[in-house]
């Protein structure tokens, strides 16, 4: 399975931006994606996540960010609004064949990785 990630770029502070993640190669039926995102000297953390039920968000970007899904594409899409500084970084996605619910809000539950895209947010 590979990841593409997509959509970076430099915004400021206030304005939006629309990441993407298509997936490629071996499919499932029903899998789990989500979002994290790395700041310089930053652990990666967990951003959204979305499975065949539900999404889920880190506390930080509930009400500014949206996680959705075109299963038909392969492809989850984050929606990130009124953007601030502090929401800068490298942002992969990643994608879990088995599991869902709050597990997909952990790291080390995917068994694939995007690239990476960035994210920078002038103030």
């Known amino acids: 399975v590979q990841l593409q990630a997509s959509g970076g770029g430099l915004v400021q502070a206030g304005g939006s931006l629309r990441l993407s993640c298509a997936a490629s190669g071996r499919t499932f039926r029903i899998y789990g994606m989500g979002w994290f995102r790395q700041a310089p000297g930053k652990e990666r953390e967990f951003v959204a996540a979305i499975d065949d039920r539900d999404t889920y968000y880190a506390d930080s970007v509930k009400g500014r960010f949206t996680i959705s899904r075109d299963n038909a594409k392969n492809t989850v899409y984050l929606q990130m609004n009124s953007l601030k500084p502090e929401h800068a970084g490298v942002y992969y996605c990643?994608?879990?064949?088995?599991?869902?619910?709050?597990?997909?809000?952990?790291?080390?539950?995917?068994?694939?990785w995007g690239q990476g895209t960035q994210v920078t947010v002038s103030s």
């Open positions: 990643a994608l879990d064949p088995g599991r869902s619910g709050r597990w997909l809000t952990q790291s080390r539950t995917y068994d694939y």
